[in-house]
Nanobody, 125 residues
Framework: QVQLVESGGGSVQPGGSLRLSCATS????????GGWFRQAPGKEREGVSS????????YYADSVKGRFAISADRAKSTVYLQMNSLKPEDTAVYYC??????????????????WGQGTQVTVSS
């Protein structure tokens, strides 16, 4: 059974850092992209970053480029999101998911499935 479980959220001051982890099971990051999405209160879900471990291709939303870095450890079946220089507008529940089909990539949430339960990230002074 495919499962994705997020961890690593928390509260941090502006300018701080957090690393999110997404532990996956029952599918291969070699062939399916793992992605991070977020949803703030009253806002639509937003694609943040995704990675296709087999090719090394990564994608980032413009709002996080240069601040966030996605990586994947295939041996541990885990996708990470290193978030630096955090801003209050990064406050949201962060979810990870996998693409529905092999070889898909990008940040279109409609192409992703098996969403995790989410982890809260709060950036506030």
């Amino acid at each position: 059974q495919v499962q994705l479980v997020e961890s690593g959220g928390g509260s941090v001051q502006p300018g701080g850092s957090l690393r999110l982890s997404c532990a996956t099971s029952a599918f291969s990051l070699e062939y399916y992209a793992g992605g991070w999405f977020r949803q703030a209160p009253g806002k639509e879900r937003e694609g943040v970053s995704s990675i296709m471990a087999g090719t090394g291709f990564t994608y980032y939303a413009d709002s996080v480029k240069g601040r966030f870095a996605i990586s994947a450890d295939r041996a541990k079946s885990t996708v990470y999101l290193q978030m630096n220089s955090l801003k209050p507008e990064d406050t949201a529940v962060y979810y990870c998911a996998k693409t529905a089909a092999e070889g898909e990539y990008g940040l279109d949430g409609g192409n992703f499935e098996s969403w995790g339960q989410g982890t809260q990230v709060t950036v506030s002074s």
